[in-house]
T-cell receptor, first 110, second 113 residues
Framework: RKEVEQDPGPFNVPEGATVAFNCTYSNSASQSFFWYRQDCRKEPKLLMSVYSSGNEDGRFTAQLNRASQYISLLIRDSKLSDSATYLCVVNENSGYALNFGKGTSLLVTP | DAGVTQSPTHLIKTRGQHVTLRCSPI?????VSWYQQVLGQGPQFIFQYYEKEERGRGNFPDRFSARQFPNYSSELNVNALLLGDSALYLC????????????FGDGTRLSIL
C-alpha cells in the first residue's frame, strides 16, 4: 500500500466550478502536510501547508482529519489557470523526507 | 532573492556512464533534498542533507550518492547509469525543520540512451 494515495483523476470542470481533491496517508505518526501544484514538465510549487484546524488561502481551502488520516483541498470559482496536477504531500515524524502522492490532474475548461 | 537553482537543465547520457547534478539552495536554507520523478508519478525521495551531514536516504541503490558543501550547495552523483534512471531530478531546499515546506528548483531532465 502506498503511503500517500490520491485519486489520479483527471478532473475536468468548467470555469467557475468548485472542485475537491482527497488524499489519504498511511502513517499515523505523520506530522506535516502540504499541497503542491505541478504544471506540465515543471517543478512542484508549494500551494499551501495544511493545519489541523483547517486553513484557507483565497479560493483554496485545505482540511486535515488526523483520526481518518485524510487530507482535502477545495478549490472554489475555478480558473483556467488552475489547470495543473495537485500533489498531496506528507512529512513523517520519523524522517525529513516528503512523501508525495501520484497527483490529481485538474483541467478547467472555458 | 534567487530560488533554488539546478544545473544542467537537460542532460543526455548513455548506459554505463556517470552523471553529476548540481543544486544551489535558497539563501539562508541549510537543508537540501534530492528527488527523482518519473513520468506519471510523484517525486520519490533520494537523499536529504543538513549542515553537510546526510540526514535521510530513500530506497535507491548505492549507485546514487550525494554530498553537501560548506556553502550548502549540493551534488547528486549517479554511477553506472541505467535506462530506468531517465527522469526529472529535483532539488529542494528548506530551513531544515520538519514543519518547514521545501522549495523546488526547476529540475534536471536526464535522458539515458
Amino acid at each position: 500500500r502506498k503511503e500517500v494515495e490520491q485519486d489520479p483523476g483527471p478532473f475536468n470542470v468548467p470555469e467557475g466550478a468548485t472542485v475537491a481533491f482527497n488524499c489519504t496517508y498511511s502513517n499515523s505518526a505523520s506530522q506535516s502536510f502540504f499541497w503542491y501544484r505541478q504544471d506540465c514538465r515543471k517543478e512542484p510549487k508549494l500551494l499551501m501547508s495544511v493545519y489541523s484546524s483547517g486553513n484557507e488561502d483565497g479560493r483554496f481551502t485545505a482540511q486535515l482529519n488526523r483520526a481518518s488520516q485524510y487530507i482535502s483541498l477545495l478549490i472554489r470559482d475555478s480558473k483556467l489557470s488552475d489547470s495543473a496536477t495537485y500533489l498531496c504531500v506528507v512529512n513523517e515524524n520519523s524522517g525529513y523526507a516528503l512523501n508525495f502522492g501520484k497527483g490529481t490532474s485538474l483541467l478547467v475548461t472555458p | 532573492d534567487a530560488g533554488v537553482t539546478q544545473s544542467p537543465t537537460h542532460l543526455i547520457k548513455t548506459r554505463g556512464q556517470h552523471v553529476t547534478l548540481r543544486c544551489s539552495p535558497i539563501s539562508g536554507h541549510k537543508s537540501v533534498s534530492w528527488y527523482q520523478q518519473v513520468l506519471g508519478q510523484g517525486p520519490q525521495f533520494i537523499f536529504q542533507y543538513y549542515e553537510k551531514e546526510e540526514r535521510g536516504r530513500g530506497n535507491f541503490p548505492d549507485r546514487f550518492s550525494a554530498r553537501q558543501f560548506p556553502n550548502y550547495s549540493s551534488e547528486l552523483n549517479v554511477n553506472a547509469l541505467l535506462l530506468g534512471d531517465s527522469a526529472l531530478y529535483l532539488c529542494a531546499s528548506s530551513r531544515g525543520t520538519r514543519d518547514q515546506p521545501q522549495h523546488f528548483g526547476d529540475g534536471t531532465r536526464l535522458s539515458i540512451l
